[in-house]
């Protein structure tokens, strides 16, 4: 089992920047990958961005592309969103997830279906 707990969201307004942390506890030697997925009301969810635990491959969804930063840092079983030029449309909940597998393919790194563990979210409220 593995226990994600996400942290760092709030109300920020367009233009700003957050930075989201995802600590995971438990059996964290059995993580592939980490990803970051967001979920606004009324639409799906849908992919952010994903980091091997090992290894330098990280992906983005096209809309984050050049705003948002992956990141790790193993030894706090810690990763970490950094988000900035933010825009009322980031607006969403945002959950991490952990795969059992290291995935260094962006196909197989941005599907929902890849991930087993989830944690429970933390707000993200960009106003105009």
Known sequence: QVQ???S???L???GNSLRLSCIASGRTS???NTAWFRQAPGKEREFVASIPKIGDFTYYADSVK???TISRDNAKNTVFLQM???KPEDTAVYYCATSRT???DGHLASQDQSYFYWGQGTQVTVSS
């Open 4 to 6: 994600l707990a996400e």
């Open 8 to 10: 760092g969201g709030g």
């Open 12 to 14: 920020v307004q367009t």
């Open 30 to 32: 059995g993580i592939g």
């Open 66 to 68: 050049g705003r948002f």
């Open 84 to 86: 900035n030029s933010l």
């Open 102 to 104: 290291i995935y260094h």
